[in-house]
């Protein structure tokens, strides 16, 4: 067995379908009394029905939260919680909303209770991002990791399937890459593997009925999991390539997570052999690319970039991006194997054998 280090690092997680009614005790006990309350103007009355919730512990709603969360929106919110004499924040819905809290956060060190109504998993992590100039720039402090994550399987109920698919496999790559992580234990490994065959089994069945809540609370089971490898170890190729694709050319984060994802693995997987065999039997597949690939298409979910808004012209572009600033990969990053990944991505081609 190779050494590790693990340190645990998770915020408390209230979990079950209907606990969304125990988040104004969770606030009572980290003794918050004016929560500002985050959403998506999508999400803008789910918010209001938090708000109403909380009742006077609800600062207000700020219902700006934007993909790839833009610089703009940040400061946005920063005015909002800071006109409201919020003296924490309440994120409601996916990755979008959980992100302009922890941009919160890392200004002004408020407390951040997150409400996921996706699959994103960042609520289980210290890392956050920030778009400005075109590009997405990430980083890790501990004091954006939410204090608390209530998890209430009945509100992904209404999200639409095919959303629910490409949130799931975004959840996935964290825990196929903290398989490989170059700072992985076996602590993450157990959590990798449970994630991703909990979505293996949740997601086809979601796809077949998305009110079937034993599959949702399994999918969020999941959701959780990968999340708290993505919060825990390093990630790799797949994760800094949907960065620059997202942050550079503003493709939507899960959709992109779920394309290039099975092309990420047959690139690596010459050089994380064992890894890929733990993927692949999680799946249920015979090969790790391939079965997140029939995944995907299988249940709907988009397989090729031009299909959510890459050009070609960009495809180059997109590599000498990710290129810019080398990273631990199991697989040296060279420009003849990402261009080849990305035009395969872009073309929705199947993934190449290994």
């Given amino acids: ?46 918010a209001d029905r938090v708000a109403a919730l909380l009742g006077d512990r609800a600062a207000g709603v700020f219902a700006g939260a934007v993909m790839h969360v833009p610089h ?76 608390a994550v209530v998890y209430d399987p009945e509100l992904t109920l209404g999200v639409p399937a095919h959303l629910s698919i490409t949130s799931g496999i975004n959840a996935i790559a964290h825990a196929a890459e903290g398989l490989y992580s170059a700072d992985g234990n076996p602590v993450m490994d157990l959590m990798a593997l449970e994630g991703i065959a909990a979505f293996a089994q949740s997601l086809p069945a979601i796809r077949s009925n998305p009110r079937d809540l034993e599959a949702r609370s399994q999918a969020l089971y999941g959701a959780w999991l990968c999340g708290t490898v993505l919060g825990n170890v390093g990630m790799a190729l797949h994760h800094k390539l949907c960065h620059t694709l997202g942050g550079s050319f503003n493709l939507p984060h899960a959709e992109t997570h779920t394309i290039v994802l099975p092309h990420a693995l047959a690139y690596n997987a010459p050089a994380a052999p064992e890894a890929m065999a733990r993927i692949a039997r999680a799946l249920g597949a015979g090969d790790a690319a391939q079965g997140v690939f029939e995944l995907a298409a299988n249940n709907g979910a988009p397989t090729a970039l031009r299909d959510i808004g890459l050009r070609e012209q960009d495809v180059d572009r997109a590599c000498e991006l990710a290129l810019q600033n080398q990273y631990p990969n199991p697989r040296p990053l060279e420009a003849e194997g990402l261009r080849a990944l990305l035009r395969d991505a872009y073309e929705g081609r199947r993934p190449r054998a290994s």
Avoid: H, N
């Avoid at 379908?17 to 803008?44: H, I, K, N």
């Avoid at 996921?116 to 990791?145: H, N, Q």
């Fill in 72 to 147: 703009e929106a940040v400061l946005r919110a920063r005015e909002a919680a800071r006109a409201a004499g919020a003296d924490s924040a309440v994120a409601v819905g996916g990755g979008s909303t959980t992100g302009l809290g922890k941009a919160i956060a890392l200004a002004s060190g408020l407390p951040i209770v997150a409400v996921p109504t996706t699959y994103a998993g960042s609520e289980m992590t210290p890392i956050y991002g920030i778009t400005e100039g075109g590009m997405k720039k990430t980083g890790r402090e501990a004091k954006v990791l939410p204090r």
């Fill in 1 to 46: 067995m190779k050494p590790f280090t693990y340190v645990a690092q998770s915020p408390r997680v209230v979990f079950g379908a209907g606990s969304l009614a125990r988040l104004p005790e969770e606030l009572d006990r980290l003794g918050l009394r004016r929560a500002l309350v985050l959403s998506t103007p999508g999400q803008r009355a789910l």
